[in-house]
């Protein structure tokens, strides 16, 4: 009888090295190891020649004996606050970028922090990981600076998810101008009384509503709400403040014939509310969002929302972090990176 090492079956496949890799796409070994290691410059087209051969062949790195070898460490630690869609699909984009440049990401996930210490207690046991570098969502209600700081204190590279606060590094989005474009596309459909509805302490999206106003030359419009004051609670991006929101819009003299909501949650309590009321969307008003969260392709009318992209927000964060790893110099105009919105046109405008 055969023994397993006899049988055709039995036999250990040959694990492949770099020195097969290489052979095999064509390029020399330093090439293939940059490429596989994730340290220093491969062009896009040979990367992708080297990572086709070493999945041919069955190559699979060993980080923990890569870690060994070059005193490194190849994890990368997140720390999050909200498993809300939006953030998911920046992590998803974010991991996969580091996936394919062989880092492995660990998630810590926090409670909404009622205060800084909260936050602290994650940051500090990230810190105990020893990672490569950090990637974070700012704190609910609270500045980065102090998370920065630390960081910096600890040597580790770091990236914050679209923060919007001077002297910290991130990716982040172009609300503004995102709800810029939104405003004038209604303006252009015709819409004379443009209202905006949310609170003017969040300036992000609002300055963006009256940059389109002085464009157009027109008075703003107001519909401020504020929360935990709104018939039936919430806070201010909830749906229940839009939905109550429409009886305020029910009750106005001289009634927005549009409204740009500060985000899709509070323009879809909206919609709900005019329906209950009897309003008809867009016929009596249109109605834009913020976000584009998967609700807003499944509401009647399917919602017009400006759109995050948050799966490329992730890929840049993880860009930004990767060249701060390699101890590439800070460019000229900052590690920061500002990624454009877009607006999606559905039923409600």
Known sequence: MPSLAQSGTGNPKKV??????????????????RALNGQGYVG????????????????SPNRIARSLRTQKSYEIAIAAWSTDELHIAKIAGFEQAMRRARYAVTILMGQQPDTEAAGREVLET??????????????????????????AAAGIPYVIFDSRGEGVDSARLDRAQGVYEAV??????????????????????????????????????????????QPGGGGLDSYETGRAAA??????????????????EMALGFLAGLHELGFQVPKDVAVVGFDDRRAASLSWPRLTTVAQPSHELGVAAAEILL?????????????????????????SA
């Open 184 to 229: 004038l596309y209604l303006a252009a459909k015709g819409h004379q009384r443009i209202a905006y509805l949310g609170t003017r302490d969040e300036p992000s999206r609002l300055d963006g509503y009256l940059r389109a106003f002085s464009h157009l030359a027109r008075k703003p419009c107001y519909m401020e709400v504020t929360p935990g004051t």
């Open 323 to 347: 060249r701060k790893i390699a101890g590439e110099p800070e460019p000229p105009s900052g590690w920061s990176r500002t990624l454009p919105t877009r607006l999606m046109v559905r039923e």
């Open 16 to 33: 492949a090295g770099l020195k097969e890799i290489a052979a095999e796409a064509g390029v020399s070994i330093r090439t293939a190891a």
């Open 247 to 264: 009886w305020t819009f029910a009750e106005m003299a001289e009634r927005p014939d549009a409204v740009q909501a500060y985000s899709d």
């Open 126 to 151: 990230l810190l105990e990981h020893r990672p490569a570098g950090v990637a974070a969502f700012p704190l609910p209600g609270a500045t980065m600076t102090a998370t920065v700081e630390r960081l």
């Open 44 to 59: 896009a087209q040979t990367r992708k020649r080297i990572e086709h051969a070493a999945a041919k062949l069955g190559y």
